[in-house]
Nanobody, 114 residues
Framework: QVRLVESGGGLVQPGGSLRLSCAAS????????MAWYRQAPGKGRDLVAQ???????NYSDAVKGRFTISRDNAKSTVLLKMNSLKPEDTAVYYC????????WGQGTQVAVST
């Protein structure tokens, strides 16, 4: 059974930082491309960042320079370090594992507000 469990969300003030973690089980993690998506209230689910199985990252223009995606294949974990957070970063953040077929986590809420 494939499971992706996100953690690390919460409430933070503008300019603050958070680190999201996604722990995977039931897959050969090192073979999968991993990604973080987000969905703000009333909007669609958008790609935030992804990392190939070889560790090559890419980012959406909205987060480039502020967020960093990384993976630890030994721990079957993908991280998203988020700095300089803005109110428009408020969303539910989802982890995705893809190897042809996609698996999704349940999401973790990030709220950026004073």
């Amino acid at each position: 059974q494939v499971r992706l469990v996100e953690s690390g969300g919460g409430l933070v003030q503008p300019g603050g930082s958070l680190r999201l973690s996604c722990a995977a089980s039931g897959i050969i993690f090192s073979l999968y491309r991993m990604a973080w998506y987000r969905q703000a209230p009333g909007k669609g689910r958008d790609l935030v960042a992804q990392i190939t199985r070889n560790g090559s990252p890419n980012y959406s223009d909205a987060v480039k320079g502020r967020f960093t995606i990384s993976r630890d294949n030994a721990k079957s974990t993908v991280l998203l370090k988020m700095n300089s957070l803005k109110p428009e970063d408020t969303a539910v953040y989802y982890c995705k594992a893809e190897l042809g077929y996609a698996h999704w986590g349940q999401g973790t809420q990030v709220a950026v507000s004073t």
